[in-house]
């Protein structure tokens, strides 16, 4: 997973060189709360947080590639979208996997846990 966010990372980057939007410099203030959050739990508390944050995190970004790769006008941002819509439902299908395994969803797919 680490591998595929690092290069989808770094197209999005090409991409948005290519149409001169400059992308982000660091995290944003809700991964950095996150990071907060997640550094301060540790065994299933921290696994389960994790997990939940994913699962959110996923499903937000597939939506919004799908999105944008609907909506674009520019075959580059949409090519890219498209490529990073693929990427993103396949980790999607992978976490959601991980949450049934973890008892964090119900039989319908959704969570059945939050992040407190």
């Given at each position: 997973?680490?591998?595929?966010h ?22 944003s203030?809700?991964?950095k709360e ?9 065994g299933?508390?921290f696994?389960d ?10 499903k937000?970004?597939?939506?919004d ?24 439902d ?24 939050s992040?407190?």
């Amino acid at each position: 997973m680490v591998a595929d966010h690092t290069k989808l990372g770094d197209q999005m980057k090409t991409v948005a060189a290519q149409i001169g939007v400059k992308p982000p410099a660091g995290r944003s203030m809700k991964d950095k709360e996150l990071y907060a959050k997640l550094q301060g739990l540790s065994g299933k508390q921290f696994d389960d947080a994790y997990i939940v944050a994913m699962v959110k995190d996923h499903k937000k970004d597939a939506d919004d590639f799908k999105s944008e790769a609907q909506q674009s006008q520019n075959p580059a941002v949409q090519q890219a979208a498209q490529q990073g819509s693929q990427v993103i439902d396949q980790h999607l299908q992978m976490i959601d996997q991980i949450a049934e395994s973890h008892n964090l969803m119900n039989s319908k797919g959704k969570l059945t846990a939050s992040l407190k």
